[in-house]
């Protein structure tokens, strides 16, 4: 076993490593990166060799089985791009499949949700926003650090739209995603 280092664990340092089967250098003599996808170089079994490899699961994302251990191929990229394996690894254009390094970056849990389209039970036809029959209003809410915010009800949908897209701006930044593929 070698060590992967991996950022942004809070152990003061925001660096720790873990037991890991690979190594960047690993994935480096395995795989060949080309437009954001990895193809097993001449090294590899006969039957995978200079194939793309790995799998897509049911969730979407494009894995590959290494040395007895599963990796998202965005993982594997970065790591061979980067030197490290972050925490999360998010796909700025939300496409799980586009693993080109350009549209990855690395980010945390909470940044990594930041960047969903709006979800399937959505009614309103907006991103974090919701029609209250109690109130007869729509309501702003949306996770900042793990946390459902108000960011308060009003009559007007227009205007609770406004605030959800300058509220998403403010606390989520660069990964804010206004509903959709950018």
């Known amino acids: 076993m070698s060590k992967v280092s991996i950022k942004g664990a809070d152990t003061g340092t925001g660096v720790f490593t873990i037991e890991s089967p690979a190594t960047n250098t690993d994935f480096a003599s395995r795989f060949d990166y080309v437009d954001g996808k990895l193809y097993w170089k001449a090294n590899a079994n006969q039957k995978v060799r200079f194939k793309e490899a790995g799998f897509v699961t049911k969730k979407g994302y494009r894995k590959v089985e290494f040395d007895g251990r599963k990796y998202g191929t965005h993982q594997i990229v970065f790591a061979l791009h980067h030197g490290y394996i972050p925490n999360a690894v998010d796909h700025i254009n939300t496409d799980k499949l586009d693993n080109r390094i350009e549209n990855l970056r690395e ?23 919701a029609y209250r029959a109690d109130s007869d209003k729509w309501r702003v809410t949306l996770r900042v650090d793990g946390r459902t915010k108000s960011f308060g009800s009003y009559f007007d949908i227009e205007l609770a739209e406004l605030v959800s897209f300058e509220a998403r701006d403010k606390w989520h930044g660069e990964y804010a995603n206004h509903g959709g593929s950018l």
């Open 107 to 129: 980010a945390d849990r909470c940044q990594n949700g930041y960047n969903r389209g709006m979800t399937a039970s959505n009614t309103s036809g907006i991103k974090n926003v």
